[in-house]
Structures are given as structure tokens and as C-alpha cells.
């Protein structure tokens, strides 16, 4: 008996598209870091009785990430209610 071997090759799709994300994530990275590390002055921030010592790069990049969470959120709130209905 022998073993058959399958030599048919299957192309994955979104080859490009995926390595053009990548790319794009990336640089988008790279920039992100480069704002940080340019505004490094330190500020302080006031919040609900809390005081902290930030530098202002850290504290924007807080702030966009608690706003994208709040955004993904309410985003599959909406999808959730769509499928209910």
C-alpha cells in the first residue's frame, strides 16, 4: 500500500490585503511611538479625586484608547440589538 500525496496547492485568500493591513498597522504603530516619545512634557491631571503626573503623549494616548473602547462598545451593543430583532 502506498500513501497518496495530494499536489494540489490551495491559494489563501486575502494575501494582499493582509500584508497590507499589516504594513499599514505598522506605521501607524511607528507614528504612535513617535508622538509619545515627542511629547514628553509632564502634566497633571485631575480626575475623580485622583491626581496623576503624566507625560502628555501618554495621557492623549489614554484617552484615544478609553474613547476607541467606549466606540467598539457601543458598536456591538448596536450589532447585538440588530441580531435580537
Not at 499536489?7 to 506605521?27: E, H, M, N, P, Y
Not at 451593543?77 to 435580537?84: G, I, P, S, Y
Amino acid at each position: 500500500m502506498t500513501a497518496s500525496t495530494d499536489t494540489t496547492t490551495t491559494k489563501r485568500r486575502g494575501g494582499f490585503a493582509s500584508k497590507l493591513a499589516l504594513l499599514i498597522t505598522l506605521v501607524l504603530v511607528a507614528a504612535l511611538v513617535i508622538f509619545v516619545l515627542q511629547n514628553t512634557v509632564h502634566t497633571t491631571i485631575n480626575f475623580l479625586g485622583w491626581n496623576f503626573d503624566l507625560g502628555q503623549g501618554v495621557s492623549l494616548l489614554g484617552a484615544a484608547v478609553v474613547g476607541a473602547v467606549i466606540t467598539l462598545t457601543a458598536t456591538a451593543a448596536l450589532k447585538v440589538r440588530r441580531a435580537v430583532r
